[in-house]
């Protein structure tokens, strides 16, 4: 086990009580909401943030009595922090230069570094001059150039464009895999978190609600901010055997639960029909269009009844629905795509 | 600046009062002119802060002050030899040359519309201006009290006060930017300057001390300005 | 324009330099090589150069660790210590001078020790006059420096702490960087106060020429036998200090670009 | 602890207040409360704090805005009037009074034209020695709050210049409170300097009690004929302004947390 | 027209050269990739870059020539830039202040605003105490605050979470639907390009290589940033009538085409054998493995052949078909999922 700790850090207004455990060679990631604590919890990590209680065991050794510069960890921080004096080239070689390399040496693996980083004619280069995303990206090579045991990313990737966000995160996973030591990870990217992490961690006003395997969490999602995260309408019920009731509501799911249980379906398995449809749909119910957005190729539609649910149509389907906010609209969800699992 | 316990000294040291620089320097080239090989080094400055720097331990050989009171800190302190009072200085009134306020004696000054800068009572020109007034029976309100008698000057100078009671080497000094008007009550408010060699002082300190009382050194302090004892 | 800026900033530019241009008109241009030729003048102003830069140079050895302990670090006292720091501020320099021969004087409470030990003694000496400007120019070294220190982000020294840079390191290569132009105006500050340094001066080193008469000494005697020859001396320092500091700015911007 | 830092900085602590501690071992103090009972004493410690404080006021006035003209704008011959603005802190403070005197007084270049228009001139009077004070201690605050200028990061200027703030809004709102640190050290520099000034005031004000007579120049006095009443003077007014700058530091801080 | 602009920017090694139009109530996003010239153009937009060419029409007045503060433009930063001296309520307030409210006016404008954007709770707390998410949308209520004529928005949904990101997006696209104005926006988010831009305006090395509609742009990418973007594979090379040749190999497509042509298509519409498969398929080749990843639910495997190519295929294919990369593999491209369109 590399890392394991609990951190409990007070503010006023605000508390952050987490345990965390990394193996060697696992990527956790922090997900949350805006202000659920991820940074605060990466700067205690770092040292930068004094722990209320609890403690830091890294490959079993406690550091959280040990100052930020003698913590074997390497950070890459939200909004950069380049130092606004140094070149592109000798932020990255600050720290290997603090670690006593020499200077010729430092630079060579900073060019290194900024090389695989797309960013070889921009070592000379000032932050200031720098773009968005390639300040980023010297921000992630000088995080990297110290070798770190355990490595802090706060959201690394997101100033990046699509594409060399595509070939820096490739990037970022082949140093991942070849590292042996923890690393920790704060993104807002779905994507990015289920191809970099081995697990996710779910945080939540300041305390974790969820842990698990990405694809297991994609598809079980346990609280509204996660459901919305991985593109699911998910309601907590009373499950009784093959039914959950969620308030007035029961639905028919592909498990057999009993007891508290959550309920999840995608919006794309949500029909919508202006008249209530025939037969005998199990999953059926009145509601009133709340608001209509494009969703790609497709439309999302909010409906607001019993339950608040999402739903995604055709943009033809639109047309022919005349799903303008206001209108009532029969919702049914096809039992087979809907998921019960126990709460 | 250990001359005075080498074997021997050919080198004296001279704290001298600031409104001695002109003199004494001049009597310093004709001292080392008259003793070949030697070094006069001297540190003008004000006699109080001079003063205090001898008794503060201050390499000195000879100390010549500007007012006796100065030179009786450095006597209490058991560090000055016996002292000769060489010079005396005596006020003048010092008026700008154009002479806006028309001031012909010392009774014109405390006239409320004629603007008086006289020194402080505290250093020795202030002191003897307090005492020529007060033997004139005279009330002065001044619009300044200066710190020294060449800051008093310079308001003259730039023709800030109509009229200021400054000594007559000072007129001097001045070379016709004011104008001096001798009074009567000067002669009850002169200044005396005493001269001293300090302990421990090279025999050559006394030399330097002759000089300044000889009549070659007399010639020159009274061309100056200054008065016999 | 910003003319409630530009107005004050224009009244200040003119109160400052105004007098200057009074001291220009009246100085006696004629004298000028005459002075400029008298050794005991072009000793006094190297001696003030040198004495001046030297102190400086004490200030930022000893002032940019003291502004980083007031501005960075928290322990008992501070807040006093950084009040205290600021007295040779307000103390007129004769006392100052005073103070200092009180403590460094061959009587002094260290200085008769170092005369007993090293038989070596400050006062009366060029050491002396570097002593005494470094002790009057300091303060406004530290204030000007804890002032940068403070506004400066420090999230930027933590980045440098996190990459394994001891505090000594992130001081040196990052907070000093990023501060570098309030320690500039701090230096410029200092070596300037050090260059018209005269009450402390005076009275701790006294007045030898070529020794510790600097130029504000020599301007003091120039005073008292020729007042003329005074303004000449003192503008003589000015375009010597304003050659220099456009000289130094012009390479450190230079540098920085 | 980074000792490279430390141990300078504790030296530079020593040595600026050692001497303290050696006027405060050797000052009589028996002396004191009759000293504090003359009313001439209390007289010159008003004055010196009205005086200094509105000195700071003028500069703070005057001195922001042209600190900001010379690091914000660019315009011909910036570079000259930067070091110009330097130039009164070289000046020895006496020749400084007398360029004062030149400019401003009875017979000086706009003295002449104030005293026929108005009938009022500045030397020997209250005003007199406030503007005596500005002028030499101006420089400071310019240069501190130029040098604070210089380290703020102009990109927030910019975004308040986008929510359409006047480059003046922007100076006062945004600027101001950003280099806030930088002013108030460059207020402190002001003030103690203005606190301390002697030269250039009894030379341009000259030296009357109640009137132009400010602590230094009463220490100054008191030294010609009793040093050790000089000491204790210059210690009162080190106490007091020590426990001003406290007390406002105090406040200051407290309004920014 | 309310917005009409050519800015030409030089550079050191950088020249950006933009003809921008904007509609009243249209929203423009420009994406490309990084230190392609989106945030120099947003500068140059709000007068804080001096253009070294062209000019800005904006409601038919020239603008270019006047001060940042004199344009009615509200500017939302990459790195938010609030003021760190004022509380998150008076950042809010500082440009309706500026516009001559009083203070109370402005402060409840700007009350109101962080109420919609969830942040009432906020509104003392100084940005040094704001996490990145939360000041991003204190840095968006800035903005809107001034109720400016052209809104010019850098990655303003970059630093947000899944959940307020949902949120946030919608507030946007209410008020920028209620707005007259025009809005120039930069994200790196396919997402938000979609669903809230009206154009896109695609911007590569300094200059505009690809304009459209959304959709349009999805469906017929014109480079290769922009089909990373949108996930599809793109070629270009020379129709004949029903096929499109490209280097060695000929794509059948749904369209006919003749000339230069692009053919592109979905990573999923890609099947991989590990021998050639039977029958005849149009559009088939042999290449080489060069790696996987995991993507969402699927694996993103990229092969190496004539063409380089980007396959999904399901978890349990990579198992079966022993997808290590240097294996050889036959490639095959479903013609009626394959799009040609004219280069
Ligand atoms: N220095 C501070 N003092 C007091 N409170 C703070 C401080 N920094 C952050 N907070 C508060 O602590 C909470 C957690 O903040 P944190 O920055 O850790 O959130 P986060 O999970 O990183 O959010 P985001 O995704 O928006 O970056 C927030 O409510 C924030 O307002
Ligand atoms: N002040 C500057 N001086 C010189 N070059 C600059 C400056 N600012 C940016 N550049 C260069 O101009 C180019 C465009 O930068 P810009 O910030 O506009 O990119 P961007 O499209 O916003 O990228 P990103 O998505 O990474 O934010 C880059 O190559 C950058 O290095
Ligand atoms: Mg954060
Ligand atoms: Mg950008």
């Given amino acids: ?343 | ?229 | 324009m910003p003319w409630l800026l530009v107005v004050p900033a224009m009244l200040g530019m003119v109160f400052l330099v105004l007098p200057l241009a009074g001291l220009l008109v009246r100085a006696p241009w004629s004298t000028l090589p005459e002075r400029l030729s008298e050794p005991q003048v072009l000793e006094a102003l190297r001696l003030s150069l040198v004495t001046a830069s030297l102190a400086t140079v004490i200030c930022l050895v000893l002032g940019v660790p003291l502004a980083w302990l007031l501005a960075r670090t928290d322990f008992p006292g501070r807040r006093l210590l950084r009040a205290l720091v600021t007295v040779p501020l307000v103390l007129p320099p004769v006392v100052g001078g005073v103070a200092l021969l009180l403590v460094l004087g061959r009587r002094g409470l260290v200085g008769q020790w170092l005369e007993s030990a090293f038989g070596f003694s400050l006062p009366f000496t060029t050491a002396g006059v570097v002593v005494a400007e470094a002790f009057v120019a300091m303060p406004f070294l530290v204030i000007a420096v804890e002032g940068a220190l403070r506004a400066a982000d420090v999230r930027y020294e933590e980045a440098a702490a996190t990459l394994g840079a001891s505090r000594f390191t992130v001081f040196r290569r990052v907070t000093l960087p990023l501060v570098a132009p309030g320690v500039l105006a701090g230096a410029v500050l200092c070596w300037a106060r050090a260059l018209g340094e005269f009450g402390a001066t005076i009275t701790f080193a006294g007045n030898f020429p070529g020794r510790t008469q600097t130029m504000p000494l020599a301007v003091y005697l120039a005073l008292e036998t020729e007042p003329e020859a005074a303004i000449v001396l003192s503008l003589v320092l000015l375009a010597v200090s304003v050659l220099i500091l456009v000289a130094l700015r012009d390479r450190w911007v230079g540098a920085a670009a």
């Fill in chain 1, 1 to 343: 086990m590399t890392l394991r700790a609990r951190i409990v850090v007070e503010r006023p207004a605000f508390r952050l009580d987490l345990d965390l455990t990394v193996s060697r060679g696992e990527v956790v990631t922090l997900l949350g909401p805006n202000g659920a604590g991820k940074t605060t919890a990466l700067r205690a990590l770092a040292g930068l943030t004094p722990l209320t209680e609890g403690s830091i065991e890294l490959d079993g050794v406690r550091i959280e009595k040990e100052p930020a510069e003698r913590r074997p960890v390497g950070v890459v921080f939200q909004d950069y922090l380049l130092f606004p004096h140094l070149s592109a080239l000798d932020n990255v070689a600050f720290g290997p230069r603090c670690q006593g390399r020499s200077k010729a040496e430092a630079r060579s693996r900073a060019r290194d570094l900024l090389d695989r980083m797309g960013l070889a004619e921009f070592s000379s280069v000032r932050p200031r001059r720098l773009s968005g995303g390639q300040a980023q990206r010297v921000a992630l090579a000088r995080a990297l150039a110290v070798e770190p045991r355990l490595l802090l990313l706060d959201e690394p990737l997101a100033a990046l464009d699509a594409h060399t966000r595509l070939e820096i995160r490739s990037e970022l996973r082949r140093r991942l895999t070849g590292f042996d030591g923890a690393t920790v990870l704060v993104t807002h990217d779905p994507l990015d978190a289920m191809v970099l992490a081995n697990r996710l961690v779910v945080v939540e006003h300041g305390v974790v609600v969820q842990e698990g395997a990405p694809a297991e969490i994609a598809r079980r999602p346990r609280t509204d901010y996660v459901a919305r995260l991985v593109g699911l309408n998910l309601y907590r019920g009373e499950g009784d055997g093959d039914r959950v009731r969620v308030g007035e509501l029961s639905f028919a799911a592909e498990e057999h639960v009993t007891g508290p249980a959550f309920v999840a379906f995608a919006p794309r398995a949500v029909a919508l029909y202006r008249a209530r449809p025939d037969g005998s749909p199990r999953n059926l119910w009145e509601g009133r269009i709340d608001g209509v957005e494009r969703h790609g190729d497709n439309v999302r539609v909010h409906v607001d009844g019993p339950v608040p649910v999402a739903a995604d149509v055709t943009p033809a389907a639109v047309a022919e629905l005349d799903l303008t906010p206001g209108r009532p609209i029969w919702v049914s969800v096809k039992a087979t795509e809907t998921h019960a699992y126990p709460a």
């Fill in chain 2, 1 to 229: 600046g250990s001359s005075s316990t080498e074997g021997a000294p050919t080198q004296v040291t001279v704290f001298a009062a600031a409104s001695l620089t002109g003199t004494f320097t001049e009597l310093g080239k004709r001292f080392e002119a008259a003793n070949p090989g030697t070094k006069v080094t001297f540190n003008f400055g004000s006699s109080a802060t001079l003063a205090q720097q001898i008794t503060q331990g201050a390499p000195a050989a000879v100390f010549a002050a500007a007012s006796p009171a100065t030179m009786k800190t450095v006597a209490d302190a058991g560090l000055a030899g016996t002292q000769t009072v060489f010079v005396k200085n005596k006020l003048e009134i010092a008026v700008p040359p154009d002479n806006p306020a028309k001031v012909e004696n010392l009774k014109d000054l405390t006239d409320p519309k004629v603007k008086v800068a006289l020194c402080a009572e505290q250093v020795p020109c202030g002191a003897a201006a307090v005492k020529a007034l007060d033997a004139a029976g005279l009330k002065v309100t001044p619009v300044t009290l200066e710190q020294d008698v060449k800051a008093t000057l310079t308001k003259v100078e730039l023709g800030e006060v109509d009229a200021a009671l400054v000594y007559k080497t000072d007129v001097i000094a001045s070379a016709g930017k004011v104008t001096g008007i001798p009074f009567p009550e000067a002669d009850q408010a002169v200044n005396d300057y005493p001269i001293a060699t300090l302990k421990d002082a090279p025999a050559l300190a006394q030399k330097f001390v002759d000089l300044v009382l000889s009549q070659q050194g007399r010639d020159v302090l009274t061309k100056a300005g200054f008065e016999a004892p």
